[in-house]
């Protein structure tokens, strides 16, 4: 069965770093890339941007480029979004979803049941 | 800046039929945007239903279809269920790693 199993909610401070993972299950994990979505509090989503574990090749959606950080570890079937220095609006959900290309297309399969980002002074 | 746009919401009748509709802010949207559809409920992740226009994933209920309708990507609801209350999102592909999330749409049945 394929899972994506994200890590806890978090409560950080303004200016403070933070790093969420994301850790795949039950499918060749270097072989499909991971995204990113965050969902600011009773808001839309957003596509953050996207790696792909097998070599590291990480590309950002405009918007967020320069303002997080997406890495893998493939050793440990994990994927991470991380910042430097967190801001109030950065508080949000944030998923992580596992891309599926196929001969039909292109598709967000699986998805994480989201990390909580809390940031408050 | 790319805008996807999505009716803000409708309503619908058990056991009637609606259309969602996407728009993208580049012009008409056509099968090489790979139009995906999403699923969420209050409280839950995001849940996958249509890929590249009209093809579906295996847990997607058959009445739910995809389509391509005057320059719009389309989702269509036949026969809705009071479990399909919950807001619908598009996503569009502009290419690289540009996808766009459609502000969504919130669907009532009453």
């Known amino acids: 069965e394929v899972q994506l199993v994200q890590s806890g909610a978090e409560v950080k401070k303004p200016g403070e770093s933070l790093k969420i993972s994301c850790k795949g299950s039950?499918?060749?994990?270097?072989?499909?890339?991971i995204g990113w979505v965050r969902q600011m509090p009773g808001k839309g989503l957003e596509w953050m941007g996207i790696?792909?574990?097998?070599?590291?090749?990480?590309r950002y959606s405009p918007s967020f480029q320069g303002q997080v950080t997406i890495s893998a570890d493939k050793s440990i079937s994990t994927a991470y979004l991380q910042w430097s220095s967190l801001k109030a609006s950065d508080t949000a959900m944030y998923y992580c979803?596992?891309?599926?290309?196929?001969?039909?297309?292109?598709?967000?399969?699986?998805w994480g049941q989201g990390t909580l980002v809390t940031v408050s002074s | 800046q790319t805008v996807v746009t999505q009716e803000p919401s409708l309503t619908v009748s058990p056991g009637g039929t609606v259309t969602l509709t996407c728009a993208s802010s580049?012009?008409?949207?056509?099968?090489?945007?790979?139009p995906n559809w999403f699923q969420q409920k209050p409280g839950q992740a995001p849940r996958a239903l249509i890929y590249?226009?009209?093809n579906k994933h295996s847990w997607t209920p058959a009445r739910f279809s995809g389509s391509l309708l005057g320059g719009k990507a389309a989702l269509t609801l036949s026969g809705v269920q009071p479990e399909d209350e919950a807001e619908y999102y598009c996503?569009?592909?502009?290419?690289?790693?540009?996808?766009?999330f459609g502000g969504g749409t919130k669907l009532t049945v009453l």
């Open positions: 580049t012009g008409a949207v056509t099968s090489g945007y790979y």
């Open positions: 790696i792909y574990p097998g070599d590291s090749d990480t």
């Open positions: 979803v596992r891309r599926f290309k196929t001969v039909a297309g292109t598709t967000l399969d699986y």
């Open positions: 590249s226009t009209s």
């Open positions: 996503l569009l592909y502009y290419g690289g790693a540009h996808w766009v």
């Open positions: 039950g499918y060749s994990f270097t072989s499909y890339w």
